[in-house]
Nanobody
Framework: EVQLVESGGGMVQPGGSLRLSCAASGFSFSSYHMSWVRQAPGKGPEWVSG????????NYADSVKGRFTISRDNAKNTVYLQMNSLIFEDTAVYYC???????WGQGTQVTVSS
């Protein structure tokens, strides 16, 4: 059974940092590209970042470029999203997605508030 379990969300002040983790199981993690997608209150889903199987190719939405870093540890079956210089507009539920499939994590809430 495929499972994607996010963690690391929380409340942070503007300018702060958080690191999200997504622990994967039930499939060959190192064979799949992974993505992070977020959904802010009242808005549709927004793709945030993606990483290829080996981690050497990473892509970012313009809204997070230069502030967020995606990475993965294939030995630990985990993908990460380091979020720095957080702004109010980053408030959303962040989901881990197994690219090319309908598998998503349950989401982790990130709230940027002063």
């Amino acid at each position: 059974e495929v499972q994607l379990v996010e963690s690391g969300g929380g409340m942070v002040q503007p300018g702060g940092s958080l690191r999200l983790s997504c622990a994967a199981s039930g499939f060959s993690f190192s064979s799949y590209h992974m993505s992070w997608v977020r959904q802010a209150p009242g808005k549709g889903p927004e793709w945030v970042s993606g990483i290829n199987t080996g981690g050497g190719s990473r892509n970012y939405a313009d809204s997070v470029k230069g502030r967020f870093t995606i990475s993965r540890d294939n030995a630990k079956n985990t993908v990460y999203l380091q979020m720095n210089s957080l702004i109010f507009e980053d408030t959303a539920v962040y989901y881990c997605h197994l690219e090319g499939t309908d598998y998503w994590g349950q989401g982790t809430q990130v709230t940027v508030s002063s």
